[in-house]
């Protein structure tokens, strides 16, 4: 409880709520106003914290960050393919540059690799050996 009332008890966080007192008091939860008034009589005075400049010149920021932020929100839901495009950019397929002719049969395959052709004849050629073996 301490550590909370030691939170909204700060002056910057005190300081909207000083500047619009009639927004604060309609959308606090009650619990802030109750800390607001255990710790009211703790303070001198409640613009001991901030210089009267500050506090003259505070509705003018509050009202540009708020046109901001207004401002800032998307006017249409982003489509799918303009998320993925979003999402892929840069993970493209890289090209492959290690590509040799099989010395067995002569297509094209990835250096140090087994070639695709000579394995798929190679595993047909077992499966008609099994075949062989089982049917008689």
Known sequence: ???IRATWATPLFQLPA?????LTALHSPPSY????FISHPLR???????PHAIIFSLPSILSELWESILRAVPKKKTPYTAKRHRQMA???LKDVKSVTNCPGCGQPKRAH???PTCVSE???HWREEEKAAVST
């Not at 106003?33 to 607001?36: K, P, T």
């Not at 001198?44 to 901030?50: L, M, N, Q, R, T």
């Open 33 to 36: 106003r109750l800390l607001q």
């Open 122 to 124: 190679v595993k047909r």
């Open 18 to 22: 000083r500047a619009f007192p009639s």
């Open 1 to 3: 409880m301490a550590a």
């Open 113 to 115: 690799l087994l070639c």
């Open 90 to 92: 840069g993970k493209a």
């Open 44 to 50: 001198s005075s409640p613009d001991a914290y901030v």
